[in-house]
């Protein structure tokens, strides 16, 4: 049921034939699976060991090896009938250069793959408290169905997409599927639009999430493969594998031998053939030794080695990054990797810790670190006013219950003080847990002196409740406030009262008056720590970074603003913004967006396809000069088409030669500029004066390799005779393009 999230809880049962108070009956639930399917992810279909064979061995390069071992083995079998020199360790060779890389290929290969299924079998038998025949039973998440009524809390892992029947103090970590780092509060009685996106359904749970808080019982609407984690994979199942670079290259390669291998030896076969004729020797023996002859040329220009070295090289890198804990599943997919010349990176988890984390703490009119805090009213409001557990294993903190609490209680700890111990010694008369709709959590405490009630909650309504602030303090902390949450941190009020008495009849509502505002904290998922240095290498090495979120877009914007991903060309736009363009439209929008914030899976598989349908550059690099922006980039050749465009390259005198070589020299215009030599190094040192830390050293260390590498023999030898010396710039210019144009007419 693909619009649960659109109906009100009563419908959906219905629509379901569905329970709510006593589930489905076995039969009811074997009727489900049959027409809904089973709760079971379709996993692509193990290849056999012959497949696995095949595909190994049709590489470009081990095809070529296989045909020249093919053809060798028939010249020395051929020798060897004949009575002719013979040598089958040549051939026994080749094939063992075949199957050491075939062997490398599937051994390495099937250590990743197994890798793979252990984590996918992970959680496979996890148990599911659910209502069946009218009581609790625990079932096993294979076994649920559609239509199953489900008994989720704090701690559990949703195994099935399912509607909201009835919420208490509800939220669940859904950053595995949306992005969104901070918990995803739930209520059972809200009826979502139709044009919800799946970060803002409030009233559904899904696959593959976590409850952070509370309680809650729903019907199950999707399983398997038709839950939205399903559907990812299955998008994920239909995309086409493209060829890696290198087996690109290598095809080319392949091609350029076989060609000319199989030129050469034709060229010879013709040779021999036309002298026996002239010398009158032709005959059957010397035909067939001319023809063993030039299928040898052909044998030798294969390198049999080449295919092992790969295989080789490849496998020791798989395991080096599997020392990293990354996975590869084809080895060849390991050189592709430093072919990305784009990467799109989620925020949560991935640049951020994804850990919620105390960052401020504002009392009594300053900012404090947590280690710094001493106010005992707002530490009792982090220890006791909350349902959350932290405990401490192999020197990790694992979380139990609402990141949010969970971080208070670490800020506690930091603090100096010990939140069990507190609670231990604490006697609580009262909880009033947090709800979206109060926006506030209160819990009472019995003391000899009375009792305390403790709240915390919304800012802007802490702020209003309590009697102790001035209107000129209000409009400070919500300045303040403003500032923090447009820093991406969260705000999270405190605020306390003694109460004259307390009867357990009185309501929240009628307790949370005339508080007594304590402070607020700031909250937020911190950067990992390495990110900036990752962030600053991708860029030197002209990869470009792309940030697709579930976060909303002041959350987006912020983290972005910290890694300096955006400027006037570079944007933060939400998904909504992009999901009604043509795929035409989408690519030439991508060329300015760098984050987009509210992003579902599906989102951002179709920026990836977009990006990967747009041309192959793999660095893009700009500088400010003093004449404008100078920009460079290097391309695959294959994206020059000389003869559609021009082109403007910039390089050396070995890069000119190289060009030549593979372009032709007639394709080819030279437009050597040079400056007087006093006039060059009196401009470079300005320049690099105008630098942090002036590098002398290197810079006369360039200007002499300069001299060298544009030696007048170098120039000579690169067949350049026309030069454009830089006196004045614009007339520097104007000899060129007349030298261009009249170049282009000939």
């Known amino acids: 049921m693909k619009d649960a999230y659109t109906k009100t809880p009563e419908q959906v049962l219905s629509d379901l034939h569905s329970d709510g108070s006593g589930g489905l009956t076995k039969e009811q639930a074997e009727q489900s699976r049959k027409k809904y399917g089973s709760n079971t992810f379709i996993r692509e279909s193990h290849e056999s060991l012959l497949k696995k064979i095949w595909d190994a061995s049709t590489e470009p390069m081990l095809l ?152 809650g019982k729903a019907v199950v609407t999707a399983v398997g493969n038709n839950t939205e984690f399903g559907q990812i994979a299955k998008e994920l199942s239909s995309i086409e594998k493209d060829t890696t670079p290198l087996q690109e290259k290598l095809d080319r390669l392949g091609k350029v031998i076989t060609v000319l291998g199989a030129t050469a030896a034709f060229i010879v076969f013709a040779i021999q053939i036309i002298g026996f004729a002239m010398s009158h ?126 971080a208070l209680l670490v800020a506690a700890r930091k603090a100096g003080w010990d939140y069990t111990k507190k609670r231990e010694e604490t006697d609580i008369a009262h909880i009033f847990p947090f709800s979206s709709q109060k926006k506030d959590m209160s819990t009472i405490l019995r003391t000899a002196e009375g009792y305390m009630l403790y709240v915390k909650g919304n800012p802007e309504k802490i702020m209003n409740l309590s009697v102790n602030l001035s209107d000129e ?70 990869i470009e970074v792309k940030m697709l979120t579930g976060d909303n877009i002041l959350t987006a914007r912020a983290i972005a603003d910290e890694l300096h991903m955006l400027d006037a060309d570079h944007i933060a736009v939400e998904a909504s913004e992009i999901e009604n363009m043509s795929d035409e439209e989408l690519a030439q929008a991508l060329k300015k967006i760098q984050v987009i914030a509210r992003s579902t899976p599906l989102v951002k598989m179709r920026v990836v396809k977009a990006l990967k349908a747009q041309g192959k550059v793999i660095e893009d690099r700009a500088y400010d000069t003093v004449y404008g922006v100078w920009k460079y980039f290097t391309v695959w050749e294959e994206q020059m088409n000389l003869e559609r465009e021009s082109y403007c390259l910039i390089g050396t005198l070995e890069a000119w030669n190289a060009m030549c070589q593979y372009f032709g020299r007639e394709k080819m215009i030279p437009v050597y500029i040079e400056v007087e030599d006093g006039t060059r190094l009196i401009r470079a040192v300005e320049r690099e004066r105008t630098q942090e830390h002036p590098g002398y050293e290197e810079l006369c260390r360039r200007f002499l390799a300069d001299a060298k590498d544009f030696s007048e023999e170098n120039l000579k030898n690169a067949g350049i005779t026309r030069r454009f010396e830089n006196k004045d710039m614009n007339a520097c210019l104007e000899e060129i393009k007349l030298f261009i144009q009249k170049a282009i007419l000939i």
């Open 281 to 406: 020797t032709m005959n059957w023996e010397t035909v067939s030794d001319a023809f063993i002859t030039s299928i040898v040329l052909i044998v030798a220009a294969v390198p049999e080695g080449l295919p092992t070295i790969v295989a080789v090289s490849l496998a020791l890198n798989i395991i080096k990054m599997s020392r990293e804990n990354a996975l590869v599943k084809k080895m060849i997919a390991c050189e592709t990797v430093g072919c990305i010349n784009i990467i799109c990176s989620d925020k949560t988890g991935t640049l951020t810790e994804n850990k919620m984390t105390v960052q401020q703490i504002y009392a009594k009119g300053e900012l404090l670190e947590p280690e710094k805090l001493t106010d005992v009213c707002l530490l009792e409001n982090f220890c006791i006013n909350s349902n959350a557990n932290v405990t401490i294993e192999d020197g990790k903190d694992s979380f139990i219950g609402n990141p949010t609490e969970c």
């Open 64 to 215: 070529m090896l296989i045909f020249a071992a093919v053809i060798t083995l028939g010249v020395n079998i051929a020798r060897y009938m004949t009575g002719g020199e013979y040598n089958f360790l040549e051939c026994a060779g080749i094939f063992a250069a075949i199957a050491l890389s075939v062997v490398i290929t599937i051994v390495t290969e099937g250590k990743s793959a197994k890798a793979f299924e252990a984590l996918n079998r992970i959680n496979e038998d996890t148990l599911v408290k659910a209502l069946r025949d009218n009581s609790p039973q625990l079932i096993p998440q294979k076994d649920i169905a559609v239509g199953d009524i489900l008994l989720v809390e704090t701690g559990d892992k949703l195994v099935a997409d399912a509607r909201l029947l009835e919420s208490n103090d509800l939220s669940t970590d859904e950053s595995s599927l949306t992005g969104e780092s901070l918990p995803a509060a739930k209520e059972a009685d809200y009826v979502c639009p139709q044009s919800t996106p799946v970060a803002e359904r409030r009233n559904m749970l899904y696959s593959g999430c976590f409850v952070s808080s509370g309680t």
């Open 473 to 542: 303090e209000k409009n400070a902390l919500e300045e303040k406030i403003t500032s923090f949450q447009s820093r991406a941190g969260r705000i999270l009020a405190f605020a306390h009262k003694k109460l004259d008495q307390y009867t357990g009849e009185e309501t929240q509502e009628e307790l949370e008056t005339d508080l007594i505002y304590d402070g607020f904290v700031v909250i937020s998922d911190p950067l990992s720590p390495d990110v900036y240095g990752a962030i600053g290498r991708s860029r030197k090495a002209g």
